[in-house]
């Protein structure tokens, strides 16, 4: 019911005790049927489909955060499948180096080994050596030192007349030569 | 020097000794000077070096056997020396007492000792080195402080060592 209607009712209204004057209340319904006939028809599709498209927007708003939301899912399950390969790779790689951090160690421990049993060797010849030199450095020292006083001594002892009993010597012992 | 011309400087040298009648005297004197030499490096040199003027080198001659050998010595010694041949004068003079001694049917004994031997044990050396090799010797003695003691005879290539240094060697190997 518009205005206009509730307008000539009021008027009417003054002057009818119920419904006033028959007249107006005739075309008053008529107009207000008409229009409203004119609101069903014209009115009522542009609000079906406003609402039509407004559902239709709806949904497809929806389907779209649906289709997000599935994305989004198939995306975290890759990360998270990625996540997982890669912490396995991690393991693999730590797996790998501690594998071969003992290889080394174990190799560097048997050259470290061989290092000092080579060492070892060495340092026994040299002593060895060493004190073969140093015997036979006592034993020439003594040696020349025995010379020396056996020199000293048979020369201070050599006279003349040790000389010429030498001498003697030689000739008796060279005639009995033959 | 060649051997050749050693032998023919010893033959001269003898052929005039014997001329002069003094082949003992002048062998023992020539000996004697030979020995000298052999112990004396720097005399040696500059009898047989070159740029040293001839005359000055038989200078040297002069004052070193003037008054103390003979005329003939002196002057064999000074004729080598003028030509040249000092340094082989050792070689001349052992080739001249080799000479002689053959000529006498005898070899030569090299005799080394620290002191002069006797009349009496030089002829009872010789006496021993003829019974112990077989061969008439003369003996040349070479006073030889080295030997220390005892003797060191050689005769050609053999040599018999009774010398106290020798046994000091022996004992030094022994020990060392």
């Known amino acids: 019911?518009?205005?206009?209607?509730?307008?000539?009712?009021?008027?009417?209204?003054?002057?009818?005790?119920?419904?006033?004057?028959?007249?107006?209340?005739?075309?008053?319904?008529?107009?207000?049927?008409?229009?409203?006939?004119?609101?069903?028809?014209?009115?009522?599709?542009?609000?079906?489909?406003?609402?039509a498209a407004r559902s239709q927007r709806i949904s497809d708003e929806i389907a779209n955060a649906e289709a997000d939301k599935a994305d989004a899912e198939a995306e975290l399950k890759t990360l998270t499948s990625s996540l997982g390969n890669a912490a396995a790779d991690a393991e693999a790689v730590v797996a790998e180096a501690v594998a071969r951090v003992e290889t080394v160690k174990v190799d560097l421990f048997a050259r470290v080994e061989a290092d000092v049993e080579a060492s070892k060797q060495r340092a026994r010849i040299e002593i060895e050596a060493s004190k073969q030199q140093a015997f036979a450095d006592l034993q020439a020292e003594v040696a020349a030192m025995t010379v020396t006083a056996t020199n000293a001594v048979v020369i201070e002892n050599l006279t003349d007349a040790v000389k010429s009993d030498l001498i003697e010597q030689f000739i008796t012992q060279l005639g009995a030569t033959r | 020097m060649s051997s050749d011309l050693i032998q023919s400087y010893a033959g001269a040298f003898h052929a005039v000794a014997a001329a002069e009648g003094m082949l003992v005297v002048v062998e023992e004197?020539?000996?004697?000077?030979?020995?000298?030499?052999?112990?004396?490096?720097e005399l040696l040199s500059v009898l047989s070096d070159p740029s040293v003027p001839v005359?000055?080198?038989?200078?040297?001659?002069?004052?070193?056997?003037?008054?103390?050998?003979?005329?003939?010595?002196?002057?064999?010694v000074s004729l080598a020396v003028g030509a040249g041949h000092g340094a082989e004068l050792p070689q001349i003079v052992r080739a001249l007492v080799e000479r002689s001694a053959a000529s006498r049917n005898h070899a030569v004994a090299e005799v080394r000792s620290a002191v002069a031997l006797t009349a009496d044990q030089t002829t009872r050396l010789a006496a021993a080195i003829t019974a112990a090799t077989g061969k008439a010797v003369e003996i040349k003695v070479v006073i030889d402080p080295s030997v220390l003691g005892g003797l060191v005879t050689q005769i050609g290539d053999t040599v018999i060592d009774g010398s106290v240094r020798h046994r000091l060697n022996q004992v030094r190997e022994a020990i060392a």
């Open chain 2, 55 to 76: 005359a000055r080198r038989q200078q040297v001659v002069e004052d070193l056997l003037g008054g103390q050998a003979s005329p003939a010595t002196l002057g064999l």
């Open chain 1, 1 to 51: 019911m518009n205005g206009l209607s509730l307008r000539i009712l009021a008027s009417e209204a003054a002057h009818n005790s119920f419904y006033g004057n028959k007249d107006e209340l005739i075309w008053g319904t008529a107009s207000f049927l008409i229009i409203f006939a004119v609101f069903v028809r014209k009115g009522v599709p542009v609000v079906k489909k406003a609402a």
């Open chain 2, 29 to 41: 004197e020539l000996f004697r000077f030979g020995q000298a030499l052999e112990a004396n490096d």
